[in-house]
Antibody, heavy 126, light 107 residues
Framework: EVQLVESGGDLVQPGGSLRLSCAASGFTFSDHYMDWVRQAPGKGLEWVGRARNRLHSYSTEYAPSVKGRFTVSRDDSRNSFYLQMNSLQTEDTAVYFC?????????????????WGRGTLVTVSS | DIQMTQFPSTLSASVGDRVTITCRASQSISGELAWYQQKPGKAPKVLIYDASSLESGVPSRFSGSRSGTEFTLTISSLQPGDFATYYCQQYNDYSLTFGGGTKVEIK
């Protein structure tokens, strides 16, 4: 059974940092892209960032709203995916979901998020 | 970035109704679009991918279609468990984007 479990959410002051983790199981982690998606209270879904797999040199992409402040990374040996968040702002307050992206063994791998974690809450407030 | 305009933002319907939700992309995304259903306090669940392919285990009353840059999710006969919020998402571009969501409420 595919499982994604996020952890690390907390209350943090503006300007602070936080690192989220996503523990994956039940599938071959190294074959998939992995993504972070967030949802502010009462708002819609916003894609945050992506880490591609080894075939694509673990390359990363970011939403414009977080580029330069957030960093995604992964450790295939631990089946884990991470989101390092720096210079946090009040508008970063949200539930952060880890999501499984495309299974990728070719040069281009478009695909939906077929499994999601339950999310972890990040609150940025003084 | 590709903008996804989703409408309506809210929809009131009754059990048994046929429901249609639309998403328009700001530029061509081929058919690289998914539809998700989200219930309060839960993670989203994929219903449709590649514009019209039904995800395994999803009831056949859900269907998707495409006309150019306009995409439609149709629920042929609304069931009690379908009252939720629906999102479209494009995965054509390096920067992925969601539509703003459509809340399907009980009329």
């Amino acid at each position: 059974e595919v499982q994604l479990v996020e952890s690390g959410g907390d209350l943090v002051q503006p300007g602070g940092s936080l690192r989220l983790s996503c523990a994956a199981s039940g599938f071959t982690f190294s074959d998939h892209y992995m993504d972070w998606v967030r949802q502010a209270p009462g708002k819609g879904l916003e894609w945050v960032g992506r880490a591609r797999n080894r075939l694509h040199s673990y390359s990363t992409e970011y939403a414009p709203s977080v580029k330069g402040r957030f960093t995604v990374s992964r450790d295939d040996s631990r089946n884990s995916f991470y989101l390092q968040m720096n210079s946090l702002q009040t508008e970063d307050t949200a539930v952060y979901f880890c999501a499984r992206g495309a299974f990728c063994t070719s040069s281009r791998c478009p695909g939906p998020f077929d499994y999601w974690g339950r999310g972890t809450l990040v609150t940025v407030s003084s | 970035d590709i903008q996804m305009t989703q409408f309506p933002s809210t929809l009131s319907a009754s059990v048994g109704d046929r429901v249609t939700i639309t998403c328009r992309a700001s530029q061509s995304i081929s058919g690289e679009l998914a539809w998700y259903q989200q219930k309060p306090g839960k993670a989203p669940k994929v219903l449709i991918y590649d514009a019209s392919s039904l995800e395994s285990g999803v009831p056949s009353r859900f269907s998707g279609s495409r006309s150019g840059t306009e995409f439609t999710l149709t629920i042929s006969s609304l069931q009690p468990g379908d009252f939720a919020t629906y999102y479209c998402q494009q995965y054509n571009d390096y920067s992925l984007t969601f539509g703003g969501g459509t809340k399907v409420e009980i009329k």
